[in-house]
């Protein structure tokens, strides 16, 4: 798929309220804030990204290094949400949007690129990536949510659980024996998919275990999945601010 036309756009969210990390884009890592620098990083693989923000502060920062900023309502549930109505205040209609998450600044250029080849299958209405766990990670911690995919790479599930059930096998020895994975949350989504899903009410799997990817496969979309090995660093407190900036620094 052409990325250097306007049929694929990224778009950033990123709100200043957080309940652990208050004003989290505006942080600094080095000589530039967090929004800056996923920005830039955006803009090594896209031609047409936009920040999608309800908070002045933010707006001001992103116009301050030449971006373009979106302001958009306080009141979304999720990033998706905050993305959808992002899209619709754009005049033009791209064919597939990437939602990029604005607390990730090193965001590998490579796992975007992964995204948009997806769309190259006209079956794909939802893309996103999925890690292999190494047998050495706790597969069993909710925290890290499973992905089963089918051999063509489209996904069948996504749990909080360790799935597959390993019959006949010791809950310890799992992992070594079967290659286990971890989503990883980014998405891309093709126009029409994203303005249906962000309509759809709670489905009960995804009020279950609390993953709103499942409400779209409960619905009937397509989710196609890619694998990466690049491990993603996201920052969600003031501490892992401080991680990052010794890894980048």
Not at 24 to 30: F, M
Not at 116 to 139: E, G, R
Request: charged fraction near 25%.
């Amino acid at each position: 798929m052409d990325i250097k036309s306007n049929k694929v756009v990224a778009i950033i969210p990123a709100r200043y309220a957080s309940t652990r990390f208050p004003g989290k884009p505006l942080a600094r890592i080095g000589n530039k804030t967090m929004i800056q620098r996923v920005w830039e990083r955006a803009g090594e693989v896209f031609e047409h990204r936009f920040v999608a923000t309800d908070d002045s502060r933010i707006a001001d920062e992103v116009s301050s290094f030449g971006g373009v900023a979106i302001m958009t309502s306080s009141d979304h549930p999720s990033g998706t949400d905050r993305v959808a109505e992002a899209v619709s205040k754009l005049d033009f209609e791209p064919e597939v949007i990437v939602n990029i998450q604005g607390d990730e600044p090193f965001i590998a250029v490579e796992q975007l690129r992964a995204l948009i080849d997806l769309f190259d299958d006209s079956k794909c209405d939802i893309a996103t990536l999925v890690q292999p766990f190494s047998p050495q990670d706790d597969i069993f911690n909710p925290n890290a949510v499973k992905a089963v995919r089918g051999c063509n790479g489209y996904a069948l599930y996504f749990s909080r659980s360790a799935i597959p059930f390993y019959r006949g096998v010791e809950s310890e020895r799992w992992g070594s024996q079967h290659t286990y994975y971890r989503h990883i949350g980014m998405y891309g989504y093709r126009c029409n998919a994203l303005r249906e899903i962000v309509k759809l009410p709670i489905s009960e799997l995804e009020r279950v275990e609390s993953l709103e990817q499942l409400r779209w496969l409960e619905n009937g979309y397509r989710v196609k999945t890619a694998i990466t090995h690049h491990t993603s660093i996201g920052v969600d407190t003031p501490e892992d601010l401080k991680n990052v900036e010794k890894l980048f620094l």
